[in-house]
């Protein structure tokens, strides 16, 4: 990809670094600077430049303090990284640490009514006077607190050299062509950028610049809303949920872009029904119940709430009902760090239930391959009749990426075998004199052929049953039913091998080293593999899409000396699952494992593997 920049003006700066650093702003939560951090990072993604946000916010409504990371990366890197060159300080319980976080060499954007609680020499302070700015503004009292913020987006604006006229296209954007908020904000931001211009030296070496090459062609959005309107694209007709951190704004923003596109042409009625339930044990039962009647049924949570589903997604196994459970995974045990991100439920939702039982597990690493397996999810649900399970995290789900534009889904949706009435009636013309059972295999590959509620034949009524059962859907305890039954939903687990997404390879000639991860680790790891290349050590990369793994991932291990297995969770629960599977080949696997509820850095993960 070619990718042109066009160097910015300056003054009597000696070296410039131009749209590559971190900008980081700490201010306190429900301050209402989520729009500022927003237009700030709309405008540099606006201008071309490779840009990603991190939004660390505390768990409680409001006054904690919270930051916003916005890293810049003209050579197209989107992983979290430590270093921070740029920090904007409004929050005086933080103010402290929050500068002396700055790289040396830094830049300081301060409220200046806050202390200067460092007199560094090796960085720049830049005051701002916030309170002076707001009251001259004459502002509505109520508004003042949030309108404040706008002061450190015109100074930053202009000390960085930001297209002003992108700051006020992502005003617009932000409150939807609303005149009297963009006015009110607007007046604030060119009041700053006024005062910083006539007041403040720019000496300081950090500057953005458009650039060509790389933003063509995507979208900057979280990954909750691409896997809401996936789900709204592929078919979904149910959902049930109870608000929970970080996944409440997938159901949300299903709401909002089903309500625009899934109504009858004709009728103007919608085409679906989403509820919010009393309880995760509520929602995931309507989930269930829809799916067993033929919908194409989900819900959104995360670890929490996936504790209280157990027994009703253990049931859905045994009885075979079709559902999507999307788990936007934060930290845990227990409440855990709600607003933290981590890769601690695979294993738990891998096996979730009592008893003997494996879910297939779907491992989206971006917002496109969140739209993606929106879909492949629901297909796979009905396919299989079996609930699938989709592992997304706070950091894919919040936080905004850069990411290709979606592709509209094309082929037809894959309801797996549904009998119709004409099918049960041909049903043992077609199978050799074998009359239907709700449970039976006559395929080979576990999957068993079902009928949806009100099928007009005599022989399409069973027994649902979370109980043994023959073939028939009889209630059975003999041994030999119950194990039968259970090979076959072990057989059927063999067959998702073959259905869910394979492995990404990415094999370079000569590696004697390998690296296996999964998830929102991607950007990371294509950093840290450059880092490795620049200390000439080459590796080969595969991330895993999906459970269970396939001969791909056998493969790839038995290729090389060593495979790191990297992920964000303390215990290593992709080396656990790898080691069970590949346990002939097992000798090989290293686990690098980290769990401090941030997303891993590049840096950290080269220092593990180099080391």
Known sequence: MSVLLKEPQTEQVSQLIVNDFNINVATANGSGSQTSNNMLIRSLYKMGIPVTG????????????????????KDGYLARRERVEVMICMNGATVAEDMESVEPGGIILYDDSLPIANHRKDVKYYPMPVKTLVKAANLPYNLQRYIANMVYVGVAAYLLEIEIDEIKDALSWNFGGKTKPIELNWSMVTAAYDWAKENLVNDQPYRVARMTGFNEGTLLVDGNTAGALGAVFNGFTFAAWYPITPSSSMAESMITYATQVRRDPETKKATYAIVQAEDELAA???VMGAGWAGARAMTATSGPGISLMSEFVGYGYFAEIPAVIWDIQRMGPSTGLPTRTSQGDLLSAHTLGHGDGRHPVLLPADPTECFEMAGTAFDLAERLQTPIFVLSDLDIGMNLWITKA????????????????????KFKEMHNGQRWGRYLDVDGDGIPYRTLPGTDNPAAAYFTRGTGHTEYATYSERPHDWENNMLRLARKFETARKLVPGPVIDEVEGARIGIISMGSNHPAIVEARARLRDQQIETSY???????????????????DKVYVVENNRDGQLYEILLVELHQVGNKLISVA??????????WITEQIAK
């Open 54 to 73: 991190k939004n660390l916010f505390p768990s409680n409504i409001q006054g904690l303090p919270t930051w916003y990371n916005i890293r810049l990366s």
């Open 284 to 286: 995931i039962g309507m």
């Open 406 to 425: 979606f592709e509209y889904p094309e082929k037809p949706l894959d309801r797996g075998k549904v009998l119709s009435a004409e099918d049960l009636a």
């Open 594 to 603: 980290k769990c401090d509820g941030l997303p891993l850095s590049a840096r």
């Open 542 to 560: 595969l991330r895993v899409r999906a459970l269970p793994i396939n001969d791909e991932v056998r493969a790839f291990v038995e290729k090389y």
